[in-house]
Each structure stands twice: as C-alpha cells, then as structure tokens.
Nanobody, 127 residues
Framework: QVQVHESGGASVQPGASLRLTCTAS?????????MGWYRQAPPNERELVAR??????????KYADSVKGRFTISRDNADNTVYLQMNGLKPEDSGVYFC?????????????????WGKGTLVTVSS
C-alpha cells in the first residue's frame, strides 16, 4: 500500500512564495515514474499545474501556461518526494493542490505501476 501526503499549503498575500511538498510512503516502492501537481478551486474542475514524467530514456516536464516562469516542480528520488516551488503567487492560484504520483512497486517479483493521489493541501492567496 502506498500513501501520498501533501504539505505546505497556507494563506499568503499576493506576490508571496510557497513550497509544497509531496511524499510517497509505503513498502515495496521501487520508483516514482510520474509526479504531478493539480489544483481545484470550485466551481472549476481539477486542472494540471505541473507534472514530471520519467520515461525510459528521458524526463519531460509540463507546466500550465498560467504558472510558467513562476512555479517550478522538482523531485528528490532518494526520498520519494516531489516539490512545487510557487513564486509570485496570485489570487487566481488559490485552491486545493493535489499531488499525483505514478509509483512502481515490486512485491514477490510482481512489478506494478499505479497512480496514487493525496488528499490535498489548501493554498489561499488574498490581500
């Protein structure tokens, strides 16, 4: 069983910075092949903020147009952790931020790839 935990959400003023952290824990984790941050602010649907996908040969990173140049997604493979550094926050960045992790587990010789989601961390940007 894999658990995903996000942290770092807070209430801040416009222009501030925050760093969100997402960590996978559990037994039999081999590696994280995809890591993403999504946000949802009702009544909008959940939207992609940033995502890293590690393929067999290379790694690709994608950002929503609205956060390019302000947000940076990064990873710490040793700790099964992904970060989202958010600078120059705007009120429209407010919402619940969810972490999605693509995790490879190996148990009794069985290799399994599956996606796991955290419960979210709230970011509020207002003056």
């Amino acid at each position: 069983q894999v658990q995903v935990h996000e942290s770092g959400g807070a209430s801040v003023q416009p222009g501030a910075s925050l760093r969100l952290t997402c960590t996978a824990s559990g037994s039999n984790i081999n590696r994280l092949y995809a890591m993403g941050w999504y946000r949802q602010a009702p009544p909008n649907e959940r939207e992609l903020v940033a995502r890293i996908v590690s393929g067999a040969r290379d790694t690709s990173t994608k950002y929503a147009d609205s956060v390019k140049g302000r947000f940076t997604i990064s990873r710490d493979n040793a700790d099964n952790t992904v970060y989202l550094q958010m600078n120059g926050l705007k009120p429209e960045d407010s919402g619940v931020y969810f972490c999605e992790l693509g995790v490879t587990t190996i148990q009794n010789g069985l290799v399994l790839d599956a996606d796991y989601w955290g419960k979210g961390t709230l970011v509020t940007v207002s003056s």
